[in-house]
């Protein structure tokens, strides 16, 4: 595809974003994201919210009701849109993102941010395996082929929310102060704050839309065309996280359980969960115990800044304190954070 230029555009083009749609913005990511975009003041941010739901959308955001059973009402909340962002929770049906992409194409809305908020997508192996990560080729072949354009978002896991959700995700038992550590602990993964995230975006999409001419080189949306924004918050291990845990709380290594369990037994453990599952939701529970555990395998599959690098400069993204960031866990800790999001989804955690 030919490059696009500012200076070829029709008249009354802006060369600037301004008009941004996200569905799911009441969402855990998705009220970053508006949060974010809307603290910039360049955007007017639109939540496509289901027609009826209580959920509010954060301050600043227009809310648009919408019934998605019926495509009109959508391609309707989406006419003048210059981008939408999807987010979606992971129990949504399997064909609401098609047709929310398809609305979109149809709106005349020429780029999407779609729901791939993940792992490294360049290690095939550890897509694979990763049982919960999404059909990025498929999702992103189905964007091209409505003529539309795309970016997602490179973030890994996130980090206040997995350290907070128990021994599942990060191997932490807060209520018995017990610790399982994957091998021995040391294996570096990058994580990423829902902050972070949000920065990055309402960072790029404050850049201008195109570069004036061939000669203009600075950075643009269009920069990241069918491409992932490639971010990071942290390079931590499981200790690194465990120290600072003990820093804001003042715990010392006597106060805690600890276990090593191979990462690879843990993965299988994860597996068998899931098979003998009882329930759709229990077995969506081993997967994602399987899934966690995949990014700490000492080969460095969860390490993406060494091999690919990160756009966190280019975005200007600051660099976070993880001591704050671990207190902001704490803070979700303390409020009974997972407990309640098990109770939302009606699941449990395998027991191990």
Not at 115 to 129: C, H, K, M, S, T
Request: proline share 5%.
């Amino acid at each position: 595809m030919a490059p696009k230029y500012a200076k070829d555009q029709p008249v009354g083009f802006t060369n600037r974003i301004e008009q941004v749609a996200i569905v799911g913005a009441s969402g855990q990511i998705g009220t970053h994201l508006a949060t974010a975009l809307v603290k910039t003041g360049k955007h007017t941010v639109t939540a496509l919210t289901r027609l009826g739901s209580e959920n509010k959308v954060p301050p600043g955001v227009k809310a648009v009701s919408v019934d998605y059973d019926n495509e009109s009402s959508v391609i309707s909340a989406l006419k003048g849109q210059q981008i939408l962002i999807i987010t979606l929770s992971g129990f949504a049906p399997p064909d609401a993102h098609s047709k929310i992409v398809q609305a979109a194409a149809k709106a005349g809305v020429p780029h999407i941010m779609p729901n791939i908020f993940g792992i490294n997508d360049a290690n095939e192996a550890l897509i694979r395996e990763n049982l919960l990560s999404p059909d990025i080729k498929g999702i992103t072949a189905e964007i091209k082929a409505a003529g539309l354009s795309y970016t997602y978002l490179i973030c890994s896991l996130w980090y206040e929310y997995s350290l907070a959700m128990g021994p599942l995700w990060f191997g932490f038992d807060f209520p018995n102060k017990k610790l399982t550590l994957y091998d021995d602990g040391t294996t570096k993964v990058n994580l990423t704050t829902f902050e972070q995230c949000g920065r990055a975006v309402a960072a790029w999409l404050s850049l201008k839309e195109l570069p004036e001419d061939a000669n203009d080189t600075s950075l643009t949306v269009d920069s990241w065309r069918n491409k992932p924004l490639v971010i990071s918050s942290f390079l931590v291990s499981q200790l690194d996280m465990f120290e600072s845990w003990k820093r804001i709380t003042g715990d010392k290594d006597s106060d805690w359980t600890i276990e090593k369990v191979p990462s690879k037994e843990r993965y299988q453990q994860g597996i068998e969960a899931m098979k003998n599952a009882q329930d759709p939701m229990s077995g969506r529970m081993g997967a994602a115990m399987a899934s966690f555990v995949r990014i700490f395998y000492p080969n460095g599959d969860g390490d993406y800044e060494s091999t690919r690098g990160l756009d966190n400069g280019q975005l200007g993204l600051p660099k976070e304190d993880l001591d704050g960031c671990t207190a902001v866990a704490k803070q979700m800790v303390d409020d009974g954070y997972a407990a309640k999001v098990m109770a939302k989804v009606g699941g449990t955690q395998p027991t191990l």
